[in-house]
């Protein structure tokens, strides 16, 4: 009986007591950021929207965050290598020059 209605209704049957109208069928077929078993999940009626989707991904994105060791992202002597002393030769000039020696007006 409820797969007569859904018929009715001008839907398809894309899975296992799974009903989609032919538009939403496209849409889905044509998303480019669902993959592809992402996509057999809603036409299986795994999943019953993009959205839950979303969550599930975010979920598993944050237990596998959390499962991974916990380390510093820089050594104090990576650091010390990305971030060399910047040496002006005229600066170093300068600073070896008596204050008499200064011309300032020049």
């Given at each position: 009986?409820?797969?007569?209605?859904?018929?009715?209704?001008?839907?398809e049957e894309?899975?296992?007591?799974?009903?989609?109208r032919?538009?939403e069928?496209?849409?889905?077929s044509?998303?480019?950021?669902?993959?592809?078993?992402?996509k057999?999940?809603?036409f299986?009626?795994?999943?019953?929207?993009?959205d839950?989707?979303?969550r599930?991904?975010?979920?598993?994105?944050?237990?596998?965050r959390?499962n991974q060791?916990k380390?510093?992202a820089?050594?104090?002597?990576?650091?010390?290598?990305?971030?060399?002393v910047?040496?002006?030769?005229?600066?170093?000039a300068?600073k070896?020059?008596?204050?008499?020696q200064?011309?300032?007006?020049?």
């Amino acid at each position: 009986m409820n797969r007569n209605l859904e018929l009715l209704k001008r839907k398809e049957e894309v899975g296992d007591g799974v009903f989609m109208r032919p538009q939403e069928i496209l849409n889905i077929s044509m998303d480019s950021s669902l993959s592809v078993e992402e996509k057999k999940g809603l036409f299986s009626g795994k999943y019953k929207s993009k959205d839950q989707i979303l969550r599930d991904k975010a979920k598993r994105i944050e237990e596998e965050r959390k499962n991974q060791p916990k380390k510093p992202a820089m050594t104090d002597q990576e650091i010390m290598d990305l971030n060399p002393v910047f040496i002006d030769p005229k600066i170093e000039a300068i600073k070896h020059l008596h204050p008499e020696q200064l011309d300032i007006k020049n």
